[in-house]
């Protein structure tokens, strides 16, 4: 068939297949449409977030609240005992979609209730009075880096806020809005308004300017909390990782409609930072909080809600009146049950070597190069654009390799190329030219190697869900933060390696250290050699994985027959269902 | 198999004949069954475990955070001559700092204000003969530092960022280092090498310029006040002293400053020796060699007075004037032989369609010469100009403008 043969031939199949998919699939084109416009603004809408977040690396926090680094490893740990008790609950609810018995939810809600006044009244008053001011306990926090007693207590409480507020709001909206929505997108709808206010909101309040660093850090920590009770993330393309049974069909719709649908990230990496390199002080400037992100992320906000309604999730599961009801116990087991989770778990734990390391790519432009406006964008763009052909190669590298191959080359690849970011950095740190070429020729190359295996990451992700739907019934995506408990303290205590080494090299809350060459190179090798142990290490795992596509097509199979059987059953028995997808 | 026959059992269509009464027990070959609805086998004992093995892994984790996030307040390193303060962490309430013996901090339990409830208890077996490194790194609440006689080294970096330092007083008998008006100095005086962040609250409290709100924070004075000029003379503008032949890494940065007089027997600005001072507009170099005081009281105390760098100097540090916006002149004099990488970067801004601060290099060399001296990366400012960056221009063989 000659090659106009075949645009003549792809241009009737879409044609014919526009509003109606084709025999065995399951997206009709005009959804890979939707997808592009619907993706391509929450993907950049969510992207454009990144830039506001509490640590020390956001822009906001580097040049305006000027926090202490170690003080979000101490927040951190502070947190810690109450993130246990509350990821019971909040998985629970979680995954069982927000369906929970009468009495279990009112006990829900109480004690949601309950967290929130305790946070609040933290807020208010200050606890630490209540105690001996001499005591070893008082005198602990008050010694802790960017801390005292009154801010550790408050941050504790701001935590009890967030965590009760989150609760509440997961219960409600879930089971107000999933059963129409899915389980992917319900939450743009209940978050998207609040969420350009708080964006707002965090340029234009002046809390930044509180002279006492223990009273901002804690200020600073309640209002990017409350930032974070409502959430943007990339759901769309989450939603797009199971719209359809079809194995096949999803790798098509995730090579081609949504690699395109990045393009809208690409323009706006382009332009966000142009216009910041204009400004007077550039990222220093808080023009960038009050005006540049605010605007760009609505205009995104908007077209992403004018599309979320198009793009549709096809897991294939019984009506959600329907489902399998997870008790806490079979929620833990069953999940522990699960070997790939596990093997996942293991390469996550050897990750954690690499926490608390700084954005090294990003110092590397700003304080080793200096760049900004169009030349910062067009290098960023020129090294993520690498990867963008390899990925249009997906489906063929998918079927070519092993997921296991996949994983391990681009952990090696991961390691080899920081090895020679580090020597390049060490060795002719002082030759901009030269460090700068090995630099971005390496960062190049691994963007390159990057894409395909996080396709695959994603695939593998989606396909543990899937065998977990086998195993349990549902995906128990939630509950499968249980792995997190076994992991989290030993991830947490890893985690400060990074940046007790940091602080010995002078990196605390001023980042203008990095202007001092040997400094910033102790500060920026160091820790990529930690990194590059990790990304070794990581190979190992991945020797274990044995889950392919055949054992997937079984799996899918099972479960659509499941779906089939139950709502069946649901009609023979008159009940009306909503939520389900028989594939 | 082959590669290809293995292939084409993969594509093959997958098709399970599944009862509907086993839909929740059907197990597929090779991957473990499912397990829904159905009762665990020992499943109060799998509950104990669970539980213990997670209170374990919470607890060993908790302790061993808190111990390493845990900073006693001073942390020493033991030399062959005596010891290093390594880092200081501040209780949070400490003000007043001495560098002479190991020390440690202990609480009077009887008194309930924090500010005054601790007593640093030294050692004095164990003198303190060094400061490392970012020992005080950040630190926003010591304004005074007091250094012993036995103190022999102290890092160009140990007070870095010590944002309310006002002064660093030296005993007098110390054979290597010396304060004037406390500002760090080598003992000999030819090396400048902390003025801290925070000098001028402490000059304007010695002049009687300083005012404070409710909270205890300083207000600086508007342009348009009465004594204005005479507060500019007094805080913000320092002369360094004639003996001084290095102004060493990092010695003014982020100072409160408007106006620098420099000697000419000034030889070397080391990195970052200018950086990041917003207000600093003037930097003069005079000829008297007899200067011994710091504050200025006007030009003729210090002999003839120049615009900008001083004759004689030869190096210029990576980023010694970096973020410095407010200047507007720079000569560069034919002794200068090394420029440092940014060494002006960011002295140059557009506003309002217009270049502002350093938007041209003074240079007294001719092109030929200028050649020969080494020059860092981008030691030139740059400009956003078509939406790239273009560095300012240098004018050759200039001759110095009179200030």
Not at chain 2, 100 to 116: I, K
Request: hydrophobic share 40%; net charge negative; with cysteine.
């Amino acid at each position: 068939m000659s090659a106009m043969q075949k645009v003549r031939s792809l241009f009737t199949e879409i044609k014919d297949h526009w509003s109606t998919p084709a025999e065995g699939k399951y997206v009709p084109y005009k959804e890979y449409k939707d997808v592009v416009f619907a993706v391509g603004s929450n993907y950049a809408g969510s992207k454009v977030l990144e830039y506001i977040g509490f640590f020390s690396s956001c822009y906001l926090i580097m040049h305006h609240y000027k926090l202490p680094y170690l003080t979000f490893s101490v927040i951190g740990i502070l947190n810690m005992p109450l993130g246990y008790i509350s990821a019971l609950m909040w998985w629970f609810v979680c995954d069982n979609l927000g369906f929970l018995p009468k009495k279990t939810e009112r006990k829900f809600y109480f004690t949601y209730f309950l967290m929130m006044a305790f946070g609040i009244s933290t807020i208010l008053f200050d606890y630490s009075r209540l105690f001996d001011q001499t005591s070893p306990f008082i005198t602990y926090l008050n010694g802790l880096e960017g801390m005292n007693a009154t801010a550790c207590f408050k941050t504790f409480g701001t935590h009890f806020l967030y965590t009760g507020w989150v609760g509440a709001r997961n219960i409600f909206w879930r089971k107000k809005l999933l059963p129409k929505y899915g389980r992917y997108k319900y939450s743009l709808y209940c978050d998207v308004i609040p969420k350009c206010i708080m964006v707002i909101l965090i340029g234009w309040l002046p809390v930044y300017n509180i002279p006492d660093v223990a009273t901002r850090v804690w200020v600073a920590n309640l209002l990017f909390a409350t930032y974070n009770v409502f959430g943007f993330a990339n759901n769309l393309e989450t939603c797009t990782r199971s719209i359809s049974p079809n194995l096949q069909e999803r790798i098509l719709v995730r090579s081609y409609p949504v690699k395109i649908s990045h393009f809208f990230n690409t323009i706006v990496g382009i332009i966000l930072p142009a216009i910041i390199g204009m400004l007077r002080y550039e990222w220093a400037d808080i023009n960038v909080y009050r005006y540049v992100i605010p605007i760009t992320f609505c205009v995104l906000a908007v077209f992403t809600m004018i599309f979320a309604g198009k793009v549709k999730e096809r897991i294939p599961q019984p009506p959600v009146e329907k489902k399998v009801q997870i008790k806490f116990w079979d929620g833990m087991f069953g999940v522990l049950h699960n070997k790939y989770l596990l093997i996942n778990t293991i390469k996550d734990l050897i990750d954690s070597l690499g926490n608390g390391m700084l954005p090294f790519v990003t110092i590397l432009y700003f304080y080793t190069f200096r760049l900004s406006g169009l030349p910062y964008s067009l290098i960023v763009m020129l090294i993520s654009f690498a990867g963008t052909p390899p990925d249009l190669l997906s489906p063929y590298f998918l079927k070519r390799f092993s997921y296991k191959q996949i994983m391990i080359f681009y952990q090696l690849t991961r390691a080899i190329g920081n090895g020679l970011i580090a020597a390049a950095m060490w060795f002719c740190g002082d030759n901009l030219t030269l460090c700068g070429t090995i630099c971005v020729v390496v960062l190049f190359f691994m963007e390159m190697t990057k894409t395909v295996p996080t396709t695959a990451g994603h695939d593998m992700n989606v396909r543990i869900g899937d065998y977990q739907m086998y195993l349990s019934g549902e995906r128990l995506e939630s509950f499968a933060g249980v792995f997190g408990w076994f992991t989290g303290p030993i991830t947490s205590f890893v985690g400060l390696i990074i940046p007790l080494l940091l602080l010995k090299y002078g990196f605390n809350s001023n980042w203008d250290v990095l202007f001092v060459d040997d400094s910033r190179r102790n500060i920026i090798v160091i820790p990529i050699i930690v990194d590059v142990i990790g990304f070794l290490l990581m190979t190992i795992p991945y020797l274990f994985w044995d889950y392919d596509s055949k054992k997937q097509n079984m799996v899918m199979e099972v479960l659509k027959r499941r779906a089939e059987v139950t709502e069946k059953k649901a009609e023979e028995e008159g009940v009306s269902v909503s939520g389900g997808y028989m594939g | 198999m082959s590669k290809k026959e293995k292939k084409i059992i993969v594509e093959e269509p997958i098709h399970l004949d599944i009862p509907e009464d086993e839909i929740w027990t059907y197990r597929v070959e090779g991957l473990a069954a499912p397990h829904i609805n159905k009762p665990y086998k020992h499943f109060g004992l799998k509950k104990v475990i669970f539980a213990v093995v997670i209170i374990i892994a919470v607890s060993i984790s908790c302790y061993f955070s808190v111990r390493t996030v845990q900073k006693d307040t001073f942390e020493y390193e033991q030399t062959e001559i005596g010891y290093e303060l390594s880092k200081f962490s501040n209780t949070g309430y400490m003000t007043t700092l001495d560098i002479d013996f190991v020390s440690s901090v202990e609480y009077d339990r009887e008194n309930a204000d924090v500010n005054t409830n601790f007593e640093v208890i030294k050692d004095e077996t164990k003198k303190v003969t060094s400061v490392g490194a970012y020992a005080l790194n950040c630190d926003e609440k010591i304004k005074v530092i007091n250094i012993s006689a036995d103190v022999d080294y102290v890092d160009p970096k140990a007070f870095y960022s010590c944002w309310a330092l006002r002064q660093i007083e030296v005993d007098e008998n110390n054979p290597n280092y010396c304060d004037v008006e406390g500002v760090l100095y080598s003992k000999d005086m030819k090396t400048l090498i902390c003025r801290p962040c925070d000098h001028d609250t402490y000059l304007a409290e010695k002049y009687g310029h300083a005012k404070y709100d409710e909270n205890g924070y300083r207000i600086e004075p508007a342009a348009e006040d009465a004594n204005y000029e005479q507060y500019v003379k007094d805080v913000l503008t320092y002369v360094v002293p004639s003996s001084v032949e290095t102004v060493g890494q990092l010695s003014f940065n982020y100072a409160n400053m408007k106006a620098v007089y420099l000697p000419e027997g000034l030889k070397t600005i080391e990195t970052l020796g200018f950086f990041e001072i917003p207000l600093l507009e003037s930097v003069k170099s005079y000829k008297s060699d007899a200067v011994t005081d710091t504050h200025f009281t006007g030009e003729e105390a210090l002999g003839e007075v120049y615009n900008s760098l001083p004759d004689g100097l030869e190096y210029i540090g990576s980023d010694a004037f970096s973020y410095n916006q407010a200047m507007t002149y720079v000569f560069i004099p034919e002794s200068v032989t090394y420029i440092g990488h940014h060494a002006f970067w960011d002295t140059v801004y557009k506003a309002d369609g217009t270049l502002k601060g350093v938007t041209v290099i003074n240079v007294e060399a001719s092109e030929e010469k200028f050649d020969e001296i080494h020059t860092g990366n981008s030691w030139r400012p740059q400009y956003d100009y078509l939406l790239f960056k273009k560095s300012v221009g240098i004018n050759y063989s200039s001759v110095r403008t009179e200030g």
